[in-house]
């Protein structure tokens, strides 16, 4: 049944897809990716419709200046460190957060924000979760500093996604319509988007609903008509998550923060509000941080990840993909990632 | 990390709840949910109901694929 439908799609975006110019669409989420190269749905489009992946791999896009600086607060500070598996895995000058580890720093993998509020109920030491993720995550960091525990903080890498979609837009890059996130979606709802004058179709994670996205979007572009439509009805409104809207407002500012591959983004930062700074690791430890220094990772000079964060080339198209660079042995945080695209494509098999 | 799945809500002790994963149960923090009730789905990401989501299309599957696909022209 699955199959059929799929096919169905297939041939109904070929046909719509018949004699326009070339066109590229985007998307932005890492389960998309995973999606379309498990289901080989690229191999599904027509010739004139190219389907690229973008900055939306939450591990991906965090520049390592935010990585040296939770390194040199862990050597620097007796403090546990809190944070997500893939995370723990980037490298950094051949370190990582999971090399801290075996050198004896207490760095310990979470699976939920909440796990680290226990490890921090039930110990005397500071306890350092190190935030990242999309507007998916940041409701639940606001939850967790609103919580109130007294040896809890948070080293924000959170970033807003919906200015990113606008960055790359008046970037040099040619994209004529997005497949926007699910999951930021559920969040943000369908209003956020509707400024972004560009076609663009809020979808699901099955394949059916990667296929119909591909489909309203070649209509859309087809009929110029720069419009949001939400094909993940099932889980996302017009309002999006209101509530989680307020947390994440409540405990969140808007600054200006870099990306890697994108630069500075406008009003993409999380920072954690000067009302609950006793909860920001920046504040809380700012003498550690004044003397830190960011520096450029001479093992990475060869790494496109940032090429590959802007959809401007494939991961076949990096000299190290697969040889030097693998899912056992990355070079940069697209191979760490479970949601990287160089990641997605090593395990199963991208093209 | 922007990875979440979809689950049945079993039992309500708030702020948690059991979501059922396919046979895999889990306590996960429903705060950011209005009016949860039990035998409703939630999507979960990081231990945290982030949305509700429509039972009808997850158990009418095949059947709301087959109109969408008819509904096309
Ligand atoms: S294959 Fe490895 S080195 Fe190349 S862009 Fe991807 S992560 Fe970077």
Known sequence: MRSKIIFELAKKIEKEANGIRDIKIMHLCGTHEDTITRYNLRSLMPKNLKLLSGPGCPVCIIPDADLQAVFHLIENANVVLTTFGDMARVPFEGKSLFYFKSKGCEVKIVYSIFDALEIAKRSDKPVVHFGIGFETTMPSTALAILDGIENFYVFSSHRFFVPAINHLLSSNIKIDGFINPGHVSTIVGVKAYEKIEIPQVIAGFEPEDVMLAVYQLVKSIKNGENKVFNEYKRAVTYEGNVKAQMVMNEVFERENWDWRGLGVVKDSGGKIRKKYEEYDALKVFEDIFSNFEIKEDPKKRACRCGDVLKGLIEPLECPLFNKVCNPKNPVGPCMVSVEGTCNIWARLGGC | ?73
């Open chain 2, 1 to 73: 990390m922007c990875l979440a799945i979809i689950g049945k809500v079993e039992s309500i002790e708030y702020p948690f709840a059991t979501v059922n994963f396919k046979g895999t149960k889990k306590k996960v923090r429903i705060d950011l949910i209005e009016d949860l009730k039990i035998g409703e789905y939630v999507l979960v990401h990081v231990g945290f109901a982030i949305q509700k989501v429509d039972s009808r299309e997850v158990e009418q599957y095949n059947e709301i694929w087959e109109n969408v696909i008819n509904s096309l022209q």
